[in-house]
C-alpha cells in the first residue's frame, strides 16, 4: 500500500488569534503545498523522527515515511498544520472532514507542543479555488465566500522564523477579549468590501495583534513602511506571531512587482498510489 497526501499551506485574509476563542476568521488555501508519502512495510519505520512520532500517534502502520514540503517553515503559513493533516489522511486513508482536522490538531498539540486552533486545518480541508473559508469557531460552520478580483495579496517575508511550541502562541497572555470582540467586527466588515475597506481593516487588525502583544518591533516597522507604501491597499503580520510572513493588499500585480501574486486553491487531497 502506498498512500500519498498533497496539502496546501495557508493564508488568512483576517481573524487572527481568535479560532481557540469561538471568534471568526477568513482563510484560504494557496498553492504552496506539502507532499507525503507513506509506503506500507512489514515492520518498524523509516524516516524523520519527528515524522514518526506524529505518525505513531495517528495510529499509523508500519511504513516508509518521506515528506516533500515547499511550505516554508516558521512563517505562519502553517507548515506544521499541513504536516500533520497530510499524516492523518494517510493513516486513515479517508478525508473524514472535521474528524480529520481535529485528529490533526490533536496530534500537533501532543506532538510538537503547539496550542493550536482549528484555523489552519479548516482552510486545508475545506477550501476551493477562488474562495475564502469564513469559519465560525463558536459551531464550526463555514460559508465559501468568492474572494474578489479587487483583493490582490503579496506575501512579504519578515526574514524572522519561530516556532509556535517556543512562543507565546495560544498561551493566557495571547488572549484579550477586547482583541477578539474587535477581530470578529472586522471579519464580519470584511464581507463584500472593497479593496480599500478591507486594507484598512488589516492595518486594524495588526494595530491590534500589537496591543495583544505577539508582534516584534522589527515587524511593527515592516509593516508601518509597507502600509505607507504607494500601491499598498493594507498589511498586516499574518499567523500566531513572532515573525514569518506579512500579508499585504496591493491596488495591482505592479506593487511590489518582484513578489508574486498568492493565488488560492483546492483543499488537500489523497492519492492511492499504485
Known amino acids: 500500500m502506498h498512500r500519498r497526501a498533497i496539502v496546501p499551506a495557508r493564508v488568512n485574509i483576517i481573524g487572527e488569534h481568535v479560532d481557540n476563542h469561538g471568534g471568526i476568521s477568513l482563510p484560504f488555501a494557496t498553492g504552496e503545498s506539502l507532499v507525503m508519502d507513506a509506503i506500507q512495510r512489514n515492520e518498524g519505520y523509516s524516516g524523520d523522527e519527528q515524522v514518526i512520532r506524529l505518525w505513531k500517534e495517528a495510529g499509523g502502520w508500519p511504513a516508509d515515511l518521506a515528506v516533500n514540503s515547499r511550505i516554508p517553515i516558521g512563517k505562519g503559513m502553517s507548515s506544521s498544520a499541513a504536516l500533520c493533516v497530510a499524516i492523518v489522511l494517510c493513516a486513515r486513508g479517508v478525508n473524514e472532514?472535521?474528524?480529520?482536522?481535529?485528529?490533526?490538531?490533536?496530534?500537533?498539540r501532543v506532538v510538537l507542543e503547539n496550542d493550536c486552533g482549528l484555523l489552519d486545518q479548516i482552510a486545508m480541508i475545506f477550501s476551493t479555488k477562488g474562495h475564502a473559508v469564513l469559519v465560525d469557531f463558536s459551531d464550526l460552520s463555514m460559508e465559501q465566500i468568492p474572494l474578489p478580483a479587487s483583493w490582490i495579496f503579496k506575501l512579504v517575508d519578515s526574514g524572522?522564523?519561530?516556532t509556535l511550541s517556543s512562543t507565546d502562541y495560544g498561551k493566557s497572555g495571547s488572549y484579550s477579549k477586547e482583541h477578539v470582540t474587535n477581530e470578529v467586527r472586522r471579519v464580519l466588515e470584511s464581507k463584500g468590501a472593497s479593496a480599500e475597506d478591507l486594507g484598512q481593516l488589516l492595518n486594524e487588525s495588526h494595530s491590534s495583534l500589537i496591543s495583544l502583544g505577539v508582534s516584534l518591533t522589527e515587524i511593527d516597522c515592516m509593516v508601518d513602511d509597507l502600509q505607507r507604501m504607494d500601491g499598498v491597499l493594507g498589511a498586516r503580520m499574518m499567523g500566531g506571531g513572532f515573525g514569518g510572513m506579512i500579508l499585504v493588499l496591493?491596488?495591482?500585480?505592479?506593487?511590489?512587482?518582484?513578489?508574486?501574486?498568492?493565488?488560492?486553491?483546492?483543499?488537500?487531497?489523497?492519492?492511492?498510489?499504485?
Open 97 to 108: 472532514g472535521i474528524e480529520t482536522c481535529r485528529e490533526a490538531r490533536r496530534i500537533e
Open 250 to 274: 496591493v491596488k495591482n500585480e505592479d506593487v511590489l512587482p518582484s513578489i508574486p501574486v498568492v493565488v488560492s486553491s483546492d483543499s488537500a487531497r489523497l492519492e492511492e498510489v499504485l
Open 160 to 162: 524572522i522564523s519561530r
